[in-house]
T-cell receptor, first 115, second 115 residues
């Protein structure tokens, strides 16, 4: 596709339910990031993939959060047993290159609301 | 640990006036610095970045920023703004550690250009 695609655009769920957020990066991009953005704040790093390898998951808040990118393309961020504090915009970004040539392209995000 | 501070949450300015959006960073190691712009309902877009070399960095849409190591600042400037520049602007940093690629974002500055 022309850009980074995230689905769904909006997700409303009840507390305790599991959710899966999808990111379809630009074709051929090797790096993929997940960020979370609370209202009125800047994005906060969650995790990073280089191809299919999860290189850094230090930003995941707790073990209810997990992410995968099994074939080095589409990625899924899963939140188990959602809580109200998980409500935020979840953003995915990808880059063709890694290192100093890295240039991130962000998707429009998934707005998660936990009731 | 890194931190990025954007001192102004909102900056109102008249069309064709100059503008400066302030950003200060804190890090115990050398960093790369970035400015991103977010238009409504869109993903973040890279405006410019400082990696090394000349401290004055020029970006897209007529924006520029100056890296000042002694003042730990990376302020964004534009000599004459347009209505279309109305958006949220985020300053971000990352370390030069190849094993730690995450961006640390400030809380954002909303630029409101008035006719």
């Amino acid at each position: 596709g022309a850009g980074v695609s995230q689905s769904p655009r909006y997700k409303v769920t009840k507390r305790g339910q599991d959710v899966a957020l999808r990111c379809d990066p630009i074709s051929g991009h090797v790096s993929l990031y997940w960020y979370r953005q609370a209202l009125g704040q800047g994005p906060e790093f969650l995790t990073y993939f280089n191809y299919e390898a999860q290189q850094d998951k230090s930003g995941l808040p707790n073990d209810r959060f997990s992410a995968e990118r099994p074939e080095g393309s589409i990625s899924t961020l899963t939140i188990q047993r959602t809580e109200q504090r998980d409500s935020a915009m979840y953003r995915c970004a990808s880059s063709l290159y890694s290192g100093v040539r890295e240039k991130l392209f962000f998707g429009s995000g998934t707005q998660l609301s936990v009731l | 640990a890194q931190s990025v501070t954007q001192l102004d949450s909102q900056v109102p300015v008249f069309e064709e006036a100059p503008v400066e959006l302030r950003c200060n960073y804190s890090s115990s190691v050398s960093v790369y610095l970035f400015w991103y712009v977010q238009y409504p309902n869109q993903g973040l877009q890279l405006l410019l970045k400082y990696l090394s070399g000349s401290t004055l960095v020029k970006g897209i849409n007529g924006f520029e920023a100056e890296f000042n190591k002694s003042q730990t600042s990376f302020h964004l400037r534009k000599p004459s703004v347009h209505i279309s520049d109305t958006a949220e602007y985020f300053c971000a940093s990352s370390t030069m550690d190849t094993g730690r690629r995450a961006l640390t974002f400030g809380s954002g500055t909303r630029l409101q250009v008035q006719p």
